[in-house]
């Protein structure tokens, strides 16, 4: 079978992909967004471009990343994604899950609506609402609606520093994502999801004492085994949004509460790869072809 790796750029993931493929007898090749060109009517049927083209003779694809870009640039490269599917494509993960993963508010509402405890947030666009939400909760991470790594998250908790961070993403048109901090012991675990099981895990522990455990931040982190009850939040947290494959995020209070913090449907996998000798490229490859022959 022949695979297409949609991507921005080949490196260490696609060509872990790539090897993936090779090793069990299957071919492949990254095509980059911006390549995808579309033509509606004129002097041909609906069409894409030759890298489109080839992404619709492939036997499936498998959206490595969704890029950076302005809200045009993402609808589309999701909607390409949709066009693809709708084509008899077999897509992984599917545009479907990504839209629920990449939008923080969709995926802790899904997760909370599957029984999952989730931290207390308030999403909302009004500067005293935001500002209502800090007061009442005291001490809070202020993220970005649309992000991942850990980039773009700040922990407040006095009312003063609130406002000026509030005031700020006013700026920028933001939709405010405030959600309590919860009281922990410094570290979270990264559970990798991959068809109806986990494949690995690591504890992220933050360094010197902060509050944020991303290993691309600064974060350590070591393999750990994932008790009975947190294996089935993991797979709950993922069936929830629809994913194949996922990065869960899980997060153990003091109080004993368990908590599931976010979903990510396409996630990188380098961090926990460095802490177990399992195959995860290669987990996923057999998903998606195991998908694809079913």
């Known amino acids: 079978m022949h695979v297409a790796v949609l991507s921005t750029r080949t490196g260490w993931h696609t060509d872990e992909l790539l090897r993936a493929l090779t090793v069990r007898g299957h071919t492949g090749n990254v095509v980059q967004y911006d390549a995808l060109i579309a033509r509606i009517g004129g002097r041909a049927a609906t069409s894409l471009s030759a890298a489109g083209e080839r992404l619709l003779s492939a036997g499936a694809v498998l959206a490595r990343i969704i890029p950076n870009g302005s809200l045009e640039q993402i609808i589309y490269r999701v909607d390409a994604l949709h066009w693809l599917e709708d084509r008899g494509v077999r897509v992984m993960n599917s545009p479907r899950a990504i839209e629920r993963c990449v939008d923080k508010f969709y995926t802790s509402a899904l997760l909370h609506e599957a029984g999952l405890a989730t931290p207390e947030t308030i999403v909302c666009e009004g500067v005293d609402d935001a500002m209502a939400a800090v007061e009442e909760m005291g001490d809070v991470i202020i993220k970005p609606l649309f992000g991942s790594m850990g980039h773009g998250m700040v922990r407040v908790s006095d009312p003063d520093t609130a406002f000026r961070v509030v005031r700020a993403l006013e700026m920028t048109r933001a939709v405010f994502y405030v959600q309590r901090v919860i009281d922990h012991d410094g570290c979270d675990v990264r559970a990798f999801v991959v068809g109806d099981r986990v494949v690995a895990a690591m504890e992220r522990r933050a360094r010197d004492g902060g509050w944020r455990t991303n290993i691309s931040l600064g ?13 089935e939040h993991a797979l709950r947290a993922a ?29 990188g996998w380098s961090g926990v790869q460095t802490v177990t000798q399992t195959d995860i490229a290669g987990a996923i490859v057999d998903q998606l072809i195991a998908g694809t022959r079913a």
Not at 219 to 231: K, V
Not at 242 to 259: I, K, Q
């Open 239 to 267: 069936r929830a949004v629809g994913a194949e494959y996922a990065g869960v995020d899980l997060l153990s209070a003091r109080d004993g509460t368990h908590y599931v913090l976010e979903v990510n449907a396409i996630p």
């Open 219 to 231: 974060g350590e982190a070591h393999a750990i085994e994932l008790s009975p009850a947190w294996t």
